[in-house]
């Protein structure tokens, strides 16, 4: 089911019926843009610790925005063992345009093209896309609407103010006291915004919403006193009704939050920070903190990418690339368990889904993870208990064979291959860093040592003396590689980074720690010759 700005705000009681309903929550996010094009000392590396990750990645997420976020609620069937449904809605998003909220964001070309290729829908993103805004920018908003600070910021919203202020001044010109008219297909946050203008700037008319848009009409000016005395005492909860327009999807948002169901995703670490970003508070910049209000937002995080990763090669699985080739390895005879694992049905407001597949479109990817996330604990579930003594399945078992990977996080090209959310992250398994001395090669810069690896393997390079460099990278064959290819190379002498040996200041301690000796030896030979 897709739902943009127009079906937004009848269809949040529906999805907070299912969310409270619901097992766990599939959750996958689409964005204008990934990465932005730091220079070398910012861009992510290997080396990065988790903070350093984390302090190179938030510019891109306050730079870029969220286009489409899809989510995926699966819920068990009440009297059928191991069935659940899932409910599956794509979500347009458009940041609120109101009074002083005026957001700016980036798009990036291979960002773009990437979804366009998989047929993402522009015109609903930018014309139906439903608002949405954190709680900083909530306060400012709120604060402009009760107090009735506000104005038009986009010279967009200006024209079309003014003609739909031109429509009525002339529908006046005619109409009888009494006499009513429809301006078509103003809704939800755009008819709250063109009713304070109409009543700002026309004295003799009221306006009321209705079904198909907003309704005008004519009336004295004693009788327009009339109503704004009547009504005054429900002027704030009209302008309570503006704000929750203006929230938008955040109002989902903190349904989702308080709910406090787990939160399902794949390589989902992304996704944690434009939530964050986009609809509680600006980014920290403390990583720590940014740990914590994830955490607290949302306390159980499974992330499929990193269960999968782990359980991979245990399995014999041949190697994938993506969620829909992981699913489709759980979903074939590979797959020990799939005769006997969940049974999973689309329900009926997601049929196009039965039969075709949609990959990256946001709410399909969000079903995959529900699924994949099903079928791995199943396997598990029966890895632990074997086929004959394996107890009747239950979303209980399944988050108790999970429990080890709750809560960890996959997290791409850094120091440690996964977050720990509810507390410190683990120090990972990663091939040792390696060290490349170099030879007659005069000004050879880390570009010019990467060149040099391409072709046999991928290092991530960090200069650490004139004439030294640290390579790493995530695969321990391909250190193994280039230590035997460099073995006895003329000029380039690669081998494992020891710092007891390698570290310039502990060669330099050494260095005083001799000169001190030999001047000790010298006074004490000396020291004996003397009389």
């Given at each position: 089911m897709d739902v943009g700005a127009d079906e937004f705000e009848q269809s949040l009681p529906l999805l907070q019926k299912l969310v409270m309903g619901a097992d766990f929550v599939g959750l996958d996010i689409e964005f204008t843009g990934l990465c932005t094009n730091l220079s070398k000392p910012q861009q992510i590396s290997l080396f990065d610790l988790p903070s350093e990750w984390y302090l190179k990645t938030r510019p891109s997420v306050q730079q870029f925005t969220v286009c489409q976020i899809g989510l995926s609620v699966f819920s068990s069937i009440e009297g059928e063992s191991n069935k659940y449904?899932?409910?599956?809605?794509?979500?347009?998003?458009?940041?609120?345009?109101?009074?002083?909220?005026?957001?700016?964001?980036?798009?990036?070309?291979?960002?773009?093209?990437?979804?366009?290729?998989?047929?993402?829908?522009?015109?609903?993103?930018?014309?139906?896309?439903?608002?949405?805004?954190?709680?900083?920018?909530?306060?400012?908003?709120?604060?402009?609407?009760?107090?009735?600070?506000?104005?038009?910021?986009?010279?967009?919203?200006?024209?079309?103010?003014?003609?739909?202020?031109?429509?009525?001044?002339?529908?006046?010109?005619?109409?009888?006291?009494?006499?009513?008219?429809?301006?078509?297909?103003?809704?939800?946050?755009?008819?709250?915004?063109?009713?304070?203008?109409?009543?700002?700037?026309?004295?003799?008319?009221?306006?009321?919403?209705?079904?198909?848009?907003?309704?005008?009409?004519?009336?004295?000016?004693?009788?327009?006193?009339?109503?704004?005395?009547?009504?005054c005492q429900a002027e704030p909860r009209w302008k309570e009704k503006i704000l929750l327009s203006a929230r938008g999807f955040s109002v989902f948002f903190q349904m989702l939050v308080k709910a406090r169901k787990p939160l399902v995703g794949h390589n989902m670490m992304m996704d944690l920070l434009h939530l964050h970003e986009k609809f509680f508070?600006?980014?920290?910049?403390?990583?720590?903190?940014?740990?914590?209000?994830?955490?607290?937002?949302?306390?159980?995080?499974?992330?499929?990418?990193?269960?999968?990763?782990?359980?991979?090669?245990?399995?014999?699985?041949?190697?994938?690339?993506?969620?829909?080739?992981?699913?489709?390895?759980l979903s074939s005879d590979l797959n020990p368990t799939k005769n006997s694992g969940p049974v999973i049905t689309h329900s009926s407001m997601c049929g196009k889904y039965v039969e075709t597949k949609y990959p990256?479109?946001?709410?399909?990817?969000?079903?995959?993870?529900?699924?994949?996330?099903?079928?791995?604990?199943?396997?598990?579930?029966?890895?632990?208990?074997?086929?004959?003594?394996?107890?009747?399945?239950?979303?209980?078992?399944?988050?108790?064979?999970?429990?080890?990977?709750?809560?960890?996080?996959?997290?791409?090209?850094?120091?440690?291959?996964k977050?720990?959310?509810?507390?410190?992250?683990?120090?990972?398994?990663?091939?040792?860093?390696?060290?490349?001395?170099?030879?007659?090669?005069?000004?050879?810069s880390e570009q010019q040592v990467y060149r040099e690896f391409q072709n046999l393997c991928k290092f991530d390079v960090r200069r650490y003396t004139r004439n030294q460099f640290l390579l790493l990278t995530n695969k321990f064959k391909d250190a193994r590689r280039v230590l035997k290819a460099y073995r006895c190379h003329p000029t380039l002498q690669v081998t494992p980074y020891r710092y007891w040996r390698h570290s310039p200041d502990i060669g330099c301690l050494l260095q005083v720690c001799g000169i001190v000796t030999t001047w000790a030896l010298v006074a004490f030979v000396l020291g004996r010759r003397s009389p």
């Amino acid at each position: 089911m897709d739902v943009g700005a127009d079906e937004f705000e009848q269809s949040l009681p529906l999805l907070q019926k299912l969310v409270m309903g619901a097992d766990f929550v599939g959750l996958d996010i689409e964005f204008t843009g990934l990465c932005t094009n730091l220079s070398k000392p910012q861009q992510i590396s290997l080396f990065d610790l988790p903070s350093e990750w984390y302090l190179k990645t938030r510019p891109s997420v306050q730079q870029f925005t969220v286009c489409q976020i899809g989510l995926s609620v699966f819920s068990s069937i009440e009297g059928e063992s191991n069935k659940y449904v899932a409910h599956s809605c794509n979500f347009f998003l458009f940041p609120t345009t109101f009074g002083i909220l005026d957001s700016e964001f980036s798009f990036q070309a291979s960002s773009v093209q990437f979804l366009n290729q998989y047929g993402f829908d522009y015109n609903k993103f930018l014309k139906n896309g439903i608002p949405y805004m954190n709680e900083e920018q909530e306060k400012k908003i709120k604060h402009s609407i009760l107090t009735g600070n506000w104005k038009m910021r986009s010279s967009l919203d200006k024209e079309r103010i003014k003609v739909v202020i031109d429509v009525v001044t002339q529908w006046l010109t005619l109409a009888e006291e009494g006499d009513s008219m429809t301006l078509p297909g103003i809704t939800g946050f755009q008819a709250s915004e063109v009713q304070l203008v109409l009543r700002k700037a026309l004295p003799n008319i009221w306006t009321v919403p209705g079904d198909q848009g907003v309704i005008v009409q004519k009336m004295s000016q004693q009788r327009r006193c009339c109503l704004e005395n009547t009504s005054c005492q429900a002027e704030p909860r009209w302008k309570e009704k503006i704000l929750l327009s203006a929230r938008g999807f955040s109002v989902f948002f903190q349904m989702l939050v308080k709910a406090r169901k787990p939160l399902v995703g794949h390589n989902m670490m992304m996704d944690l920070l434009h939530l964050h970003e986009k609809f509680f508070r600006p980014l920290p910049e403390s990583y720590s903190q940014f740990k914590l209000n994830i955490h607290d937002l949302f306390p159980v995080l499974i992330d499929t990418k990193n269960v999968t990763k782990d359980i991979w090669k245990e399995l014999n699985f041949p190697r994938v690339s993506n969620l829909s080739e992981v699913y489709e390895v759980l979903s074939s005879d590979l797959n020990p368990t799939k005769n006997s694992g969940p049974v999973i049905t689309h329900s009926s407001m997601c049929g196009k889904y039965v039969e075709t597949k949609y990959p990256h479109e946001a709410a399909y990817d969000a079903f995959l993870c529900g699924s994949v996330l099903l079928k791995v604990a199943h396997l598990l579930l029966w890895r632990t208990h074997g086929a004959g003594s394996m107890p009747v399945p239950s979303f209980a078992l399944y988050l108790d064979v999970l429990a080890v990977y709750v809560n960890q996080v996959n997290l791409i090209r850094a120091g440690v291959p996964k977050i720990n959310f509810a507390g410190p992250d683990y120090p990972g398994i990663r091939p040792p860093v390696l060290i490349l001395s170099v030879r007659r090669w005069p000004g050879v810069s880390e570009q010019q040592v990467y060149r040099e690896f391409q072709n046999l393997c991928k290092f991530d390079v960090r200069r650490y003396t004139r004439n030294q460099f640290l390579l790493l990278t995530n695969k321990f064959k391909d250190a193994r590689r280039v230590l035997k290819a460099y073995r006895c190379h003329p000029t380039l002498q690669v081998t494992p980074y020891r710092y007891w040996r390698h570290s310039p200041d502990i060669g330099c301690l050494l260095q005083v720690c001799g000169i001190v000796t030999t001047w000790a030896l010298v006074a004490f030979v000396l020291g004996r010759r003397s009389p």
